[in-house]
């Protein structure tokens, strides 16, 4: 049976959550890749501010296709969680507490996710077209240069994901 949690994800629920739990996630999340996280960490590190609020956020690592008509995003499958791996330390400590994608993660990066409770879902790969229907609204908050990689603000519904590595480390056997 799938927990229900709602986005933005706070520390509290962040903590409730075991490696290998089955989750419907509902709520707003951001859509981001390697270069946004770049955008984002270089702002960062000019002493800007990033282009949304990233504390109790939950990053999905995508870069959805464009909409067909009458649909709100196109195909949004998960991209390899390593290419965001010299980003996310940072994104964390400044509050992301959760992360969508898949893959393995480096140990810096579940460092980080334990000493400030954060937790890396995972989606499955080859189902964007499926992980889509979840989408309710999309909106192009940030970058949008980069097309594709632009970040989004996604309202999703049940949107199904399972937890791989949870905030005190532990991953799914």
């Given at each position: 049976?799938a927990i229900?949690?709602?986005?933005?994800?706070?520390?509290?629920d962040?903590?409730?959550l075991?490696a290998?739990?089955?989750?419907?996630?509902?709520?707003i999340?951001?859509?981001?890749?390697?270069?946004?996280?770049?955008?984002?960490?270089?702002?960062?590190a000019?002493?800007?501010?990033?282009?949304f609020?990233?504390v109790?956020?939950v990053?999905?690592?995508?870069?959805?296709?464009?909409?067909?008509?009458g649909q709100?995003?196109g195909s949004?499958?998960p991209?390899?969680?390593?290419?965001m791996?010299?980003?996310?330390p940072?994104?964390i400590?400044?509050g992301l507490t959760g992360?969508?994608?898949?893959?393995?993660?480096?140990d810096i990066?579940?460092?980080?996710?334990?000493?400030?409770?954060?937790?890396y879902?995972?989606?499955?790969?080859?189902?964007g077209?499926?992980?889509s229907?979840?989408?309710?609204s999309?909106?192009?908050?940030a970058?949008?240069e980069l097309?594709?990689e632009?970040?989004?603000?996604?309202?999703?519904e049940?949107?199904?994901?399972?937890?791989?590595?949870?905030?005190?480390?532990n991953?799914?056997k």
């Amino acid at each position: 049976m799938a927990i229900r949690i709602n986005a933005p994800l706070t520390k509290e629920d962040a903590k409730k959550l075991k490696a290998g739990d089955s989750v419907l996630l509902s709520g707003i999340i951001y859509t981001a890749r390697d270069a946004a996280h770049k955008r984002m960490v270089d702002s960062l590190a000019n002493g800007e501010g990033l282009p949304f609020d990233i504390v109790n956020q939950v990053i999905y690592y995508a870069g959805p296709a464009p909409a067909k008509e009458g649909q709100v995003i196109g195909s949004c499958g998960p991209t390899t969680s390593g290419r965001m791996d010299a980003y996310a330390p940072l994104l964390i400590e400044k509050g992301l507490t959760g992360m969508i994608g898949k893959g393995e993660r480096l140990d810096i990066i579940v460092n980080a996710m334990k000493e400030h409770c954060a937790v890396y879902f995972g989606a499955i790969g080859g189902a964007g077209a499926l992980i889509s229907k979840c989408v309710r609204s999309a909106e192009v908050v940030a970058y949008d240069e980069l097309g594709t990689e632009a970040i989004r603000k996604l309202v999703v519904e049940d949107f199904p994901v399972v937890v791989v590595i949870d905030s005190k480390g532990n991953k799914i056997k």
